[in-house]
């Protein structure tokens, strides 16, 4: 029984492709964000904003970063900028 989860969990191990041979970490770390399609973001925000943004999000039914995807994506400043 210990060795059939033993064998289970070896072949649910995640394979990672190797950075190709001459591309500096910094181009593979950017080819692998291309290969996400996605950027992270952060921010500090006040206590007042947080409350204000999470329940925006909850009345709009939106998870945390579709709020912020939404938010960027609607926003009259940003429109012309992209």
């Excluded at 191990?13 to 591309?23: E, S």
Aim: aromatic share 10%; with cysteine.
């Amino acid at each position: 029984m210990e060795s059939e989860f033993n064998d289970n969990q070896r072949s649910q191990r995640i394979k990672r492709r190797a950075r190709p041979y001459g591309m500096s970490e910094w181009d593979w770390k950017i080819a692998k964000e291309d290969i996400k399609n996605r950027w992270q973001v952060s921010a500090k925000l006040t206590e007042v904003n947080w409350h204000s943004f999470n329940n925006w999000c909850k009345k709009n039914d939106l998870s945390i970063n579709r709020g912020v995807n939404k938010l960027i994506a609607t926003h009259p400043d940003l429109q012309n900028n992209a």
